[in-house]
């Protein structure tokens, strides 16, 4: 139907400051707003307010997470996996962003516990995008095409 999106709206007001900042960085990375915006929501880091009602929202997240994740792994185990099509990609898009961003969370606060991370894995999001892109565009990291897609 026309006028209806399939995607919610995501909108905030920032203060001028706010606003000409925003304006400024976005000419300057040659995006549209929306993509700016949502690549440096994505990609930047998490802060967290340490609350008691933040952590303890964070491990009742974690615990359902567990629950689903054994259930579907019994599932899968019993060959009685009965999840398919959108409700199958809808689950691995919730869940998929979810421990993504608790990966995040968790290397971010890797300094209260005096630990660094193995590798630098800061921006894993945007290498595995653009290897996504060139996969798409049938090109390999390095650039060269891939045999049998040329012309693309």
């Not at 993509?35 to 929501?41: E, K, L, N, Q, V």
């Not at 999840?83 to 990609?89: A, I, N, R």
Request: proline share 2%; with cysteine.
């Amino acid at each position: 139907m026309p006028g209806q999106h399939s995607n919610p709206t995501i909108a905030f007001r920032p203060t001028q400051w706010e606003r000409a900042m925003i304006e400024e960085r976005v000419k300057a990375s040659g995006l549209y707003k929306k993509d700016f915006i949502a690549r440096s929501c994505i990609y930047s880091n998490i802060v967290v307010v340490g609350t008691k009602q933040r952590v303890q929202y964070l491990v009742e997240e974690l615990r359902e997470t567990q629950i689903v994740m054994k259930e579907i792994t019994e599932q899968i185990l019993s060959g009685d996996f009965s999840m398919f099509g959108e409700s199958y990609k809808e689950l691995k898009e919730d869940y998929l962003a979810f421990v993504i961003t608790m990966v995040d969370i968790l290397n971010g606060a890797a300094y209260l516990f005096e630990k660094k991370s193995d590798s630098d894995n800061r921006h894993w999001k945007e290498q595995q995008e653009i290897q996504q892109y060139c996969e798409a565009l049938g090109k390999e990291i390095g650039g060269k095409e891939k045999q049998g897609r040329k012309g693309m």
